[in-house]
């Protein structure tokens, strides 16, 4: 089982950046992908990014140009740095962890709150 710590959100203010940390309890995290999701309230969860183990990257469109989704391998650790915020990016993000064969691990989440 991968334990999963998600880091590094706060209060910023419209226009600031933040970078969002994933670290991973357990060395076979490296041959996973990883996803950020997040959740406003009252909303569903929504998908952000995705990174392979190969280093693959998308992103949704609400993403796209001012996120940027990472790994570091040797550090067992994902990163999505989130520039240009916005309000309505206000939410929980949740780092999860998938591998190979299909098993998927949560990290707690961390709020991000964008005040304009």
């Known amino acids: 089982q991968v334990q999963l710590v998600e880091s590094g959100g706060g209060l910023v203010q419209a226009g600031g950046s933040l970078r969002l940390s994933c670290a991973a309890s357990?060395?076979?995290?490296?041959?996973?992908?990883v996803d950020w999701f997040r959740q406003a309230p009252g909303n569903q969860r929504e998908w952000v990014a995705s990174?392979?183990?190969?280093?693959?990257?998308n992103y949704a469109d609400s993403a796209k140009g001012r996120f940027t989704i990472s790994r570091d391998n040797t550090k067992k650790t994902a990163y999505l740095q989130m520039n240009s915020l916005k309000p309505e990016d206000t939410a929980v993000y949740y780092c999860?962890?998938?591998?190979?064969?299909?098993?998927?691990?949560w990290g707690q989440g961390t709020q991000v709150t964008v005040s304009s």
């Open positions: 999860r962890s998938t591998a190979p064969n299909g098993l998927a691990y």
């Open positions: 357990r060395n076979s995290f490296n041959l996973n992908a």
């Open positions: 990174i392979t183990s190969g280093g693959s990257t």
